[in-house]
């Protein structure tokens, strides 16, 4: 059993729908991510989705690119983010945490060796942008033979016949993009996208969280009422932008936003 | 078998049903991407041999475009040089002024033919750019082209000419603020407005079907060639020479040529400042295989797989990777890739102007100086084929600064 099924298994029992937190790692400064990280746990994040900076990411809107060039300001590679989660695994033995870039770092450095160092070093799964399961099967083999897991993400664009082979491919969960666009696009109508997602729920065996447009409490709460978790990344990583030259500000922020989702997911699921 | 668009040698099998060359290409996309690059590769696949479709694009390139463009003995380039005989490819004869427009229009069409009203692009130098509004105007087309801001200030006068064509011009302003950049963003536009957008991209790379489209659309280049040298010289050249940037006018010309065992390729790629600064833009010449913009390609990147920035005088090369069909040929030794600095660029720029009243793009500026030079070398019954992809006016300003010369 890896740790996102113990913990999602675990949500289910207590009647609870993931919070799944992102942020860039080294953004703004390298040594404050983990404390970050543990802070958000504190404040109710279930996993922690980690972003590997990456001089072109292309599928992130504005706020999420600059967040990258921030970290990338400090040289932040993968084997520095890949320390980082080591280093949060000593005190936190049982919080998911999730890499999510894109495949040329991990092309640099070899699919066998970025399997081996992430889970030595206690990551539970990789979500890479642009890398559809066809052009990932070889890295697929690597990372399963450590019992990493691997996590697909299926569109609005996608076919029902392709959805149900990106289900079948994910393992840990599966992740639906609420939106046509890239990170911290405009709001999100969310009847369509729940009627998507309840069409899509029939092809998928794991959980199935949303990402893409979730950007407050009541943002969060809506996405709770029938998905297994939401993801939130520009709304937290816009935190960072705004106070990059105070990073103590940035704990207390992203503390409280994290709080804020937590809670009115809880009151959604749980009432 | 009807006419259809590209050529169908044994080698041009490839790419292989999922994008690859050998290892190299593929579909490295966001999810959201993938039912619009199934939907292009269906469509692209039916109409390259849909009589209509090809009758539509072959009578563009004839009406619209200028083709066949000529294929012109350089006589007095080929006196100072004092060896085999130096013919060039007259892209730069085309309408627009580059080779860039054989693919704009194939594109534009597959546009119009799959019913999408908007066409988005990037562009480095910006001929790319004017090429796509110049076929978005012919189509009736929206366009938006996406531009580094560096670039921008580069080529102004491309800019304008975007904008007489109606298109809007978005500055992008992230990253090194060059092509890549601007690729990048066009890449988040189409994800962002799939449904009603068409993403024509200016070169061989990108994710798959670009490379083999792009490719097909471009060999007229190399089919001209082909029937032009046996018809005016009774032979096929002994060496084709074209620059490689993202690498389309020197696929287009080499592609139809990949069989002919004795027919040398040389692509040339951009040295710069020089290989040794690391400030060029020559991945085939010295750069590592990764992933980037859809396609696994020789990339220029640093040891934690970040994408470096790239030199170049000539925008349009100024590019960290390269097709991935250029990848191959490199890889099989079917195609040699050398490199040419900034001041051999600049040499060959003005030696082409006085020698043949030839003003050449400074992109094709990079293989008249390999290919002069080649020629020297090689005996005066021998042919070396010089790609001209494009013409200098753009390069004008550039030029002028350069000479500490103000024009306004």
Redesign the interface.
Known sequence: MSRISDRFKQLKAENKKALIPYVVAGDPVPEFTVKVMHEMVRKGADIIELGVPFSEPEAEGAVIQVAHERALTHNVSLRDTIQMVAEFRQSDKNTPVLLMGYINPIEKMGYEEFAKLAKTAGVDASLLVNVPPEEGVELEIALHKQGLDTIYLVAPTTTDARAEYLCGKSRGFTYYVSLKGTTGASTINMGEVEARFNHLKQFTKIPMVVGFGIKDGASAARVAEFADGSVVGSAIVQIFADNKDNPNAIIESVGELVYEMRTAMDLVSVG | MGKAIGDNTEVSSMPTA?GRYGIYG???????????LDELRDAYGRLKSDPGFVAEYERDLKNYVGRESPLYFAERLTQEMGGARILLKREDLNHTGAHKINNCIGQALLAKYMGKPRVIAETGAGQHGVASATVAARFGLKCRVYMGSDDIERQSLNVYRMKLLGAEVVPVT??SKTL??AL?EA??DW?????DTYYIIGTVAGPHPYPMLVRDFQSVIGKETKKQCLADYHQLPNAIVACVGGGSNAMGIFHPFLEDDEVRLIGVEPAGKGIETGMHAAPLSKG???????N?TY?M?D?????LPTHSISAGLDYPGVGPEHSWLKDIKRAEYVSIDDKQALHAFRQLNLLEGILPALESAHALAYGAELASKMSKDEIVVINLSGRGDKDIPTMAKIDGISIS
């Open positions: 999922d593929g579909r490295y996309v966001s999810e959201v991407l993938v039912a619009a992230t990253g890549k950049d990048s890449m988040r994800v962002a407005n799939v449904d590592e295989v990764g992933v980037l913009h859809g696994k990339l990147q040891e934690d797989g970040q994408i």
